[in-house]
């Protein structure tokens, strides 16, 4: 007896919809911004209102800036940076790198810029056919930098550099020509780099601020070389992390390095960043806010998906006009919500064999939806996250907080703390007070729900 057979068939299960695969992937686009090829392809997925693309075209144009994209979770921060690093890599000559943003490395971050900065060099370096610039890059450090420990790793990783004393002859020109002396870097084993790098990573990380804004200056002699403008450090999730106020802390406290001449910084954030608009103006030359997509956005962006897989069809042909009413109402036109929600639809409508994503697949999609993310929770939390959700801020010495809730100040301050340790949501201290907000990434479901 054959067990799973119909798991083992290599099929396409998007056919019965004419379509060559999931349309509707909640994956960032242009992640592989340096891929020009691979960029083209999704710049058809990509819908820039009009405002946002002229405010693109002077970024481009423009450097030395401190930039802040932030909006509610799921609208699309990721896509909106990735586009604006491909077109500056590949059509504005500006050496761009991706960090990271966790709460682990929130202490570090900065020298995590150091440290990904580096990584990227080596890596384009690397990829280099033409020796010329890499050459002079491989001779400013043996002669500027050879006993610096940074630059000497650097160049190990990079590859031999070595220059001989011959006299070359040319018997019919009889020409000569001198090579002069030199030479650093070896050919490494995957051990001995895997122990570079390793070495490289415990020195960057206990680097003072103002070293590392050094190294930046250097780096920048580097990029010069490689055919590069300037360098653009790209900071992503920090609409992840759960206490934002420590990432304030750390901007304010790295103000020498995001105000590096040469140097343009995009980061990436939540819309309860705009709490802090007053201090953030301090160090970002734009806000730029992402609002969430208007109906004939977010037609054109279901459109495009599914021509992507199969140019013929239309909304019409996959979608029932009360479905296409209800998720926009339903997401509020924020990006990944939207998409999730339709790539469910569809595959329960391919599952119970139906022409078309109806009203009552969206219904059951978001029902099970709900009933998953409030299965955890008490009655008490889900109606706190609820009152939170069309708030910016409570405490919960908050007299209207307090009555709504119909609780004791205790009992409510205690699941506030239990929902923060769940991530539902965040808190922050103000002197001896304490408030606390959704989180981002819950907002949209839970005002729904209020």
Request: with cysteine; proline share 3%; hydrophobic share 35%.
């Amino acid at each position: 007896m054959v067990y799973f057979a119909n798991l083992k068939k290599n099929k396409n299960p998007y056919e019965r919809f004419k379509l060559k695969g999931n349309p509707f992937s909640i994956a960032p686009l242009f992640r592989n911004f340096k891929d020009a090829k691979e960029c083209e392809q999704d710049e058809s997925l990509f819908i820039l209102p009009q405002k946002l693309e002229m405010d693109l075209d002077i970024l481009l144009a423009t450097e030395d800036q401190r930039i802040l994209i932030y909006g509610f979770y799921g609208i699309g921060k990721t896509s909106f940076a990735d586009f604006f690093l491909y077109l500056a890599h590949n059509y504005h000559n500006r050496f761009c790198t991706r960090v990271v943003l966790t709460e682990d490395n929130l202490e570090r971050a900065i020298h995590e810029l150091l440290l990904c900065l580096a990584s990227d060099i080596i890596s384009e370096v690397r990829n280099r056919e033409l020796m010329h610039p890499i050459m002079a890059i491989r001779k400013w450090i043996s002669e500027k930098r050879y006993q610096d420990f940074l630059f000497t790793s650097l160049a190990k990783l990079m590859g031999p550099y070595t220059e001989t004393t011959e006299t070359i002859k040319n018997k019919q020109q009889k020409d000569e020509i001198n090579i002069s002396p030199g030479g650093i870097g070896v050919n490494l084993s995957y051990e001995d780099e895997i122990h570079i790098r390793k070495a490289l990573q415990s020195y960057v990380e206990v680097l003072p601020l103002r070293k590392i804004a050094e190294y930046t200056k250097d780096f920048q002699k580097i990029i010069q070389e490689l055919g590069y403008r300037d360098i653009i450090f790209f900071i992503d999730e920090a609409d992840h992390l759960p206490k934002i106020e420590n990432f304030i802390k750390l901007l304010t406290r790295a103000r020498e390095i995001l105000f590096s001449k040469g140097c343009t910084f995009i980061i990436a954030g939540s819309v309860e960043l705009a709490r802090f608009s007053e201090s953030l103006g301090t160090i970002f030359d734009r806000l730029i806010y992402l609002k969430p997509l208007e109906k004939t956005d977010f037609y054109t962006t279901l459109e495009r998906r599914l021509q992507s897989k199969n140019f013929d069809l239309k909304l019409q042909d996959i979608f029932e006009e009360e479905a296409l009413d209800f998720i926009h109402h339903r997401t509020k036109g924020i990006r990944k919500e939207f998409l999730r929600l339709c790539e469910n639809a569809l595959g329960l409508a391919i599952l119970q064999n139906k022409p078309k994503i109806g009203l009552n697949e969206c219904l059951e999609v978001t029902n099970t939806g709900e009933k998953e993310m409030s299965l955890n929770l008490k009655e008490i939390q889900i109606k706190i996250l609820r009152y939170l959700a069309l708030k910016e801020l409570c405490s919960p010495s908050d007299k209207a907080f307090i009555d709504t809730m119909e609780v004791t100040r205790t009992y409510l301050r205690n699941n506030l703390e239990e929902l923060t340790s769940q991530g539902y949501t965040q808190k922050e201290k103000r002197g001896r007070q304490s408030f606390y907000t959704i989180s981002s990434q819950y907002r949209s479901y839970f005002a729904r729900e209020a």
